[in-house]
């Protein structure tokens, strides 16, 4: 599954670079941000780089917790753009809310405990079980638990405006990004697949995020050709007459 890793890979970085010129116009940051961070993410997720880097960080899987916080990162801000792109308000209350806060900070300590209760062991992608299988599970099960909970909050509104009759491109990138939320929590049934499925789980993974990215990128998409058609037409921008990106 490296291929598919490294396509992945590419399509974020290549997300983020198309990103700059916006961001050095200050139009919109968090798009750059959150393009890099699934890229770095996604680099870390990869054998070479992350034995690399682990190895720059003592060995010890540092580099696996710090991917486990990246993720967390980039989920909330991806959710919370998403909302915003489609109005969907009440997702974005729960998600910066008490409870979505909660959620978030209950699995960043119980991450770092379940980390440190694991004990040291061989730098390896992926990380390894190890003798205490319990902290392994619930440290490896807290990385999907948390990401599952920021698409679920979303999909409901997401499938309503995949199914209505607005514009086609954004009834496209609702219908992808609920795709991908949906396959996302499917992977918390990795539990119960035998540990020789590793390229099924990993498949999972990378098609959930690439899905994700495609949603995104139609979003974006959409949004510079309305201010494109805006500025043909000599009207002035504003927010009525493009999509939020």
């Known amino acids: 599954m490296t291929g598919l890793a490294w396509i992945t890979f590419g399509l974020a970085l290549a997300l983020a670079v198309v990103r700059i010129p916006a961001a050095l116009r200050r139009e919109n940051r968090l798009m750059l941000w959150l393009f890099a961070l699934v890229a770095m993410a996604v680099l870390l997720s990869i054998e070479g780089p992350y034995l690399a880097i682990d190895a720059a960080l003592g060995g010890i899987n540092l580099a696996n917790l710090i991917l486990r916080f990246l993720l967390y990162g980039i989920c909330l801000l991806m959710a919370v753009r998403i909302s915003r792109a489609f109005n969907a308000l009440g997702a974005q209350r729960i ?3 008490p409870w979505g806060l909660a959620a978030l900070a209950a699995a960043g300590v119980g991450t770092v405990v379940s980390f440190l209760l694991l004990g040291r062991l061989p730098s390896t992608v992926g990380l390894a079980a190890g003798d205490n299988r319990e902290w392994f599970d619930l440290y490896a099960g807290l990385g999907r638990i948390y990401p599952s909970f920021t698409g679920l909050v979303l999909v409901p509104s997401l499938v309503r405006h995949a199914r209505s009759s607005g514009r086609a491109v954004l009834r496209c990138s609702a219908g992808l990004l609920a795709a991908g939320y949906l396959l996302l929590a499917s992977t918390n049934t990795f539990v119960l697949m035998p540990a020789s ?5 990993q498949t999972m993974n990378y098609s959930a995020v690439l899905l994700l990215l495609a949603g995104l990128a139609i ?3 959409a949004g510079v050709a309305a201010r494109r058609r805006t500025l043909a037409k000599g009207l002035p921008r504003n927010k009525s007459t493009e999509v939020k990106n």
Not at 197 to 201: C, N, P, Q
Request: hydrophobic share 90%; aromatic share 18%.
């Open 95 to 97: 998600l910066l809310g």
């Open 197 to 201: 499925w590793v390229a099924v789980m």
């Open 219 to 221: 979003i974006w998409i």
